[in-house]
């Protein structure tokens, strides 16, 4: 699936440059030094961090493998230049290619999500997230936001986070019966509060968000609506999830999870907002942008705008349903009874009360399955230890495997908890997780 993306032109383009021009000019202070030859102890590590993405089997729902295009962009000359200011409209000289590129990103992102605006400078998710609280709102204002501990994102109001430093937080949870958010209850709560803006998105909630009755609730108290979709961007691109586009005031994503772009983010709003976001982000917030970062956002959307994206997508869910069910059949509860998405929680409690979430995803890391540890709705234990870990099907999925590898990593994860305390059975697992990863490689032909 990876492989099948055509490579960008630019390296050889690149490399060219960097050989005719460079070599005569700055050799002697290492211009032209390969990462490999100059510095080969980051190389090692760099190259280690390769070996583990391959041999092991990531089932971080905000993680996925950028493609070997998307890494190219990254890696260009335009790391080299600053172009403070939006496209056209710089205070560099110079930056025609940077307007060309921005434009292309910020019209391929329009058409991909039928935005009427879209800023493709944020760093990342939580730099997009403070500039729209800072452009649409004012210090001491009231936002109605999730919990942490149920699915939130520290942007969304964790008290150490500048969200809950300059920002009155409300926050709404799932119910303590159905483990889903009432939207009732979330109505009720925005009556009391009257904030000034609702958020509507998650980090850890397995079940889909139906926008149009969360834009009833912000019309109800007169309140912005704003959708942080970074979890689940890819599948709304897709056209798997509910779009919250046409509902929703400002809309913000990550570019690098479920959408399997570089790092980084993107904030989507109405027309009469553009004005007031644009100037937030520079120069409110940031300096130049990342015009590498930005190149290979372009790049990720014009993959997301193929046509079998919207198939990974619906595999990305049906890998989802498929490990979900057969966790369920090995005994396992999981919050809400399963998912609609990308991602599931495994309530550990339901084996033994004995297990916190950082001792299993360990246990599962010796065994060479990478998951993480995460608070269940209504958790006894602190974020640090955790009742829960967390699991999702982006990275696995884009290694091209399907519902069959599914019941054998729920089997796999399944044998890693309960026989947990046996080594013999931990190097077993370790074996079949290597097999089954040199049966999906990545990257097939990438060398640092
Ligand atoms: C990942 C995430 C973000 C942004 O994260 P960064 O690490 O700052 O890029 C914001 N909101 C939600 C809901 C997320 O899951």
């Given at each position: 699936m990876l492989q099948s993306v055509p490579l960008s032109v630019i390296k050889p383009y690149y490399i060219q440059y960097a050989c005719l021009n460079t070599r005569k000019c700055y050799s002697e202070n290492r211009m032209n030094s390969s990462l490999q030859e100059f510095d080969p102890q980051v190389f090692e590590i760099a190259n280690e961090d390769l070996i583990r993405q391959q041999d092991t089997l990531t089932l971080i729902p905000s993680e996925n493998y950028?493609?070997?295009?998307?890494?190219?962009?990254?890696?260009?000359?335009?790391?080299?230049?600053?172009?403070?200011?939006?496209?056209?409209?710089?205070?560099?000289?110079?930056?025609?290619?940077?307007?060309?590129?921005?434009?292309?990103?910020?019209?391929?992102?329009?058409?991909?999500?039928?935005?009427?605006?879209v800023?493709?400078?944020?760093?990342?998710?939580?730099?997009?997230?403070?500039?729209?609280?800072?452009?649409?709102?004012?210090?001491?204002?009231?936002?109605?936001?999730?919990?942490?501990?149920?699915?939130?994102?520290?942007?969304?109001?964790?008290?150490?986070?500048?969200?809950?430093?300059y920002y009155n937080i409300i926050h709404y949870g799932v119910s303590p019966d159905t483990e889903l958010i009432d939207l009732d209850y979330v109505a009720d709560l925005a009556k009391e509060h009257q904030p000034e803006m609702v958020v509507v998105g998650a980090s850890a909630y397995p079940r889909l968000l139906d926008f149009s009755e969360w834009r009833k609730i912000a019309d109800s108290v007169d309140a912005y609506l704003f959708a942080d979709i970074s979890h689940i961007a890819g599948l709304v691109a897709g056209k798997v999830h509910p779009d919250p586009i046409p509902y929703s005031h400002v809309v913000s994503t990550t570019t690098h999870k479920t959408l399997r772009g570089?790092?980084?983010?993107?904030?989507?709003?109405?027309?009469?907002?553009?004005?007031?976001?644009?100037?937030?982000?520079?120069?409110?917030?940031?300096?130049?942008?990342?015009?590498?970062?930005?190149?290979?956002?372009?790049?990720?959307?014009k993959e997301a705008l193929q046509p079998g994206f919207g198939e990974y997508q619906a595999q990305i869910i049906r890998n989802a349903k498929t490990l979900a069910d057969q966790?369920?059949?090995?005994?396992?509860?999981?919050?809400?009874?399963?998912?609609d998405n990308h991602l599931m929680l495994i309530d550990l409690t339901s084996i033994t009360d004995k297990l916190s979430g950082r001792q299993a995803a360990n246990y599962l890391e010796e065994a060479g399955i990478t998951v993480n540890k995460n608070t269940i709705p209504f958790d006894k234990r602190s974020a640090n230890s955790t009742s829960g870990i967390r699991l999702g099907t982006p990275m696995i999925t884009s290694r091209g495997m399907k519902e069959t590898e599914m019941i054998v990593i729920a089997d796999l994860i399944s044998e890693a908890i309960k026989q947990r305390k046996k080594a013999s059975s931990r190097k077993r697992i370790r074996e079949k997780v290597r097999e089954l990863c040199q049966a999906f490689p990545i990257y097939e032909d990438l060398n640092l």
């Open positions: 950028a493609s070997k295009a998307v890494m190219q962009a990254q890696a260009t000359v335009l790391a080299n230049k600053y172009a403070e200011g939006y496209p056209y409209q710089r205070y560099y000289n110079g930056c025609l290619p940077c307007d060309k590129i921005e434009a292309l990103a910020i019209e391929r992102a329009k058409a991909l999500f039928n935005a009427e605006h800023n493709v400078q944020p760093h990342a998710g939580t730099q997009a997230n403070m500039a729209i609280y800072q452009a649409l709102l004012k210090p001491g204002d009231t936002i109605l936001s999730m919990k942490l501990d149920h699915g939130g994102h520290l942007s969304h109001g964790l008290p150490q986070n500048f969200s809950g430093y570089p790092r980084g983010a993107i904030i989507m709003c109405k027309s009469e907002y553009a004005g007031d976001i644009d100037r937030t982000v520079f120069p409110g917030l940031q300096g130049g942008p990342f015009m590498h970062a930005i190149l290979a956002r372009a790049v990720a959307f966790l369920m059949k090995n005994g396992f509860r999981l919050v809400s009874g399963g998912t």
